[in-house]
């Protein structure tokens, strides 16, 4: 059974940093993209960040290119958000997904509908 867990989010003030963590089990993330999404009320689902592992490959929204960092840890099965200079804008629900590597991740990394198992969420708020 696959499983998705994030950790991490909380509130911070703008400008501070939180560290996202999405543990991954029952998949083989070396055969996986991760990626994180997120999601603020009354709006769509918003590709932040992906990455696959076997290639080392990483994509970024143009939102939060220079001030987000997605990675994996040595053990294989984590995937981190650094989320650095936070800003009013980016408060949401942050969700971690998976999907087996297909020809999608390369062409729609960002895409929602690529990716077949998702998290639950962590919330994540900015506010002064």
């Known amino acids: 059974q696959v499983q998705l867990v994030e950790s991490g989010g909380g509130l911070v003030q703008p400008g501070e940093s939180l560290r996202l963590s999405c543990v991954v089990s029952?998949?083989?993330?070396?055969?996986?993209?991760v990626a994180w999404f997120r999601q603020a009320p009354g709006k769509q689902r918003e590709g932040v960040s992906s990455?696959?592992?076997?290639?080392?490959?990483?994509t970024y929204g143009k939102s939060v290119k220079g001030r987000f960092t997605i990675s994996g840890d040595s053990a294989g099965n984590t995937v981190y958000l650094q989320m650095n200079g936070l800003r009013p804008e980016d408060p949401a629900t942050y969700y971690c997904?998976?999907?087996?590597?297909?020809?999608?991740?390369?062409?729609?990394?960002?895409?929602?509908?690529?990716?077949?198992?998702w998290g639950q969420g962590t919330q994540v708020t900015v506010s002064s």
């Open positions: 990455f696959t592992p076997i290639d080392g490959s990483k």
């Open positions: 997904a998976a999907v087996r590597n297909k020809i999608a991740v390369i062409t729609s990394p960002l895409n929602p509908v690529t990716y077949d198992y």
């Open positions: 029952g998949l083989t993330l070396s055969e996986n993209t």
